[in-house]
């Protein structure tokens, strides 16, 4: 077994045993490096492996979120079939949106403005939809139980660890599979060099529609995680520009385009978030904005010192294999 596979073993028993050793503070910080280890895999897949910018990621984490919620809410249907319906309504809406873009030549800075605009329009949307509650929010009941009812998605944190847990290593299960097959073969080709992919016989409009297809329904179901986890949705705040950069922030700094990258980019930034805020607790300071100053520091120093990332330079370190690069 090589260097990296040991040590992504070492990992992932090191986190399944994690919630036996830590209290229910550290454990919903560890829930938040997974979700966005997961869905920072979600938009590599888009973006690092086709090369497609998306600014609008949010999109299809409100419509999944919203989605699933609705449905359990209404007309009582479970979360897991809810999951089907949220791919479903997100692999239509970015189908649409990537037939748009793809078919008519748009790309790149253009691409990026197409997939912002699609996320407002959709916060605009659902703030005058009375069904999901509008711009008032749309919250789920919380029924208090002494027990974990993983069919409803209902229960103690954990049920969520574990949930996110298994998201994240079936969003890496995905990446390693996509990077090793032809679709990554052609993705890669695509973000390298387009009209070189092309004129190899690659047909980009389908692998592009493929990525976006595949990224959106992985953001889907971070989105069904969002709803259940939180229980309570506003367009304001889950189709916002911010959470798009949230979403982009970790696989940049961890490393575009790899597998490790958006796990180690969601635990440093999760942890700078969390040592911020509590600083500022201890501290009793509010200063609007400087959870966004420091983060757009940390970006800063990261491509400075690292342009391609944190993992590759702890790659080169420690003599990990790079599979992105196809080596292992």
Sequence with gaps: MSRSGIALAVLAACLVV?????????????????????????????????????????????????????????????????????????????????????????GGTYFALLTIAFAEFTRIGFDHIAWTGGSAGFFLKVIQQDRIDLVNLRGDPILFYYLALALAALAFALSAWLLRGRLGFYFRAIRDNEEAARAAGVDVFRYKMYALQISAAMTALAGVFFAFYYNNLFPEQIFHISISIEIILAPIIGGI????????????????????????????????????????????????????????????????????????
């Design 18 to 106: 994690l919630p036996l050793a830590i209290d229910r503070y550290l454990l919903s910080v560890m829930i938040l490096i997974l979700y966005f280890a997961f869905v920072g895999q979600a938009w590599n897949v888009m973006m690092g492996f086709c090369g497609q910018l998306s600014l609008g990621h949010a999109l299809f984490v409100g419509l999944g979120a919203y989605t699933s919620a609705a449905l359990f809410q209404h007309f009582g249907i479970n979360p897991w079939v809810g999951m089907l319906a949220a791919i479903a309504v997100c692999v239509a809406a970015g189908s649409f949106m990537g037939w748009l873009a793809f078919r008519f030549g748009i």
């Design 257 to 328: 385009g790899t597998l490790f990258g958006p796990v180690i980019g969601a635990a440093v930034l999760t942890a700078l978030s969390e040592g911020i805020n509590q600083a500022l607790s201890v501290g009793g300071q509010d200063i609007p904005g400087i959870k966004q100053i420091l983060y757009g520091i940390a970006l800063g120093v990261a491509i400075m010192f690292m342009p391609h990332g944190i993992w590759p330079v702890i790659a080169k370190r420690f003599g990990f294999k790079r599979r992105d690069e196809g080596d292992a």
